[in-house]
Every structure is written in C-alpha cells, then in structure tokens.
C-alpha cells in the first residue's frame, strides 16, 4: 500500500504561480500513474490532471489545459503539479491520487482512484 503526502500549497495573489509536490512512501510511484484532483466547499472532488505509469499519456481538465502541467519524478517518488496564472476558480484543497492500472492508464474519475493523500488547500486571493 501507498501512501500519498502533498505539500506545496498557500495563499497566492491572482496571476501567481504555484507547485505542489505528492511524495509516496510504501511502495515506488512507478507502480501507479498518478494525478490530482481538487475539492471546493460544497462541490464534488473533481479530476484535474494526471500521468499515466508510462508518462506516455497526460490529461488535463479543460480549465486547467495550457496552465497547469503535472509531471513525474519516479526516482524520487514524487509527482508534481506546476500551477501558472491562477485565478480565484483555482481555490480548492488539491489531493494527490495514484491508479494502480495499466501501464497507459489515466484515471480521470474519482472511481478509478486506488490512493489518497490528505490534501493540501490552494487558496488564490483577488
């Protein structure tokens, strides 16, 4: 078993921008393709981004597409969400999530998540 631990997030300014880190322990990331989704009150957890185990696939939600890039660094365990121009429609804890699908899978939906980490809160101020 895996497990997932964020960090990385804050309080930015609108146009700011931001990375957040998932680092796993237990078992190596390259076991699973991985991605991130964010929650805002009231609202359902929502995809963002993912990678697939291979990194050959990446998707991204449409309001995030051409301003947040997810990527991996199996050496170190770690996947990464780089996070430009932030708006206030960015402000949500984001969760760290791992698949442990085939090699080419991306998991887009909270049903495919076989991992969690226990978020860390994104907060953009106008």
């Known amino acids: 078993q895996v497990q997932l631990v964020e960090s990385g997030g804050g309080l930015v300014q609108v146009g700011d921008s931001l990375r957040l880190s998932c680092t796993a322990s237990?078992?190596?990331?390259?076991?699973?393709?991985m991605g991130w989704f964010r929650r805002t009150p009231g609202q359902e957890r929502e995809f963002v981004a993912a990678i697939s185990r291979s990194a050959k696939n990446i998707y991204y939600h449409d309001s995030v597409r051409g301003r947040f890039a997810v990527s991996r660094d199996d050496a170190k365990n770690t996947v990464y969400l780089q996070m430009n121009s932030l708006n206030a429609a960015d402000t949500a804890v984001y969760y760290c999530?791992?698949?442990?699908?085939?090699?080419?899978?991306?998991?887009?939906?909270?049903?495919?998540?076989?991992?969690w980490g226990q978020g860390t809160q994104v907060t953009v101020s106008s």
């Open positions: 237990g078992r190596a990331t390259s076991n699973y393709a």
């Open positions: 999530a791992a698949n442990s699908g085939a090699s080419d899978f991306v998991p887009v939906l909270v049903q495919q998540i076989d991992y």
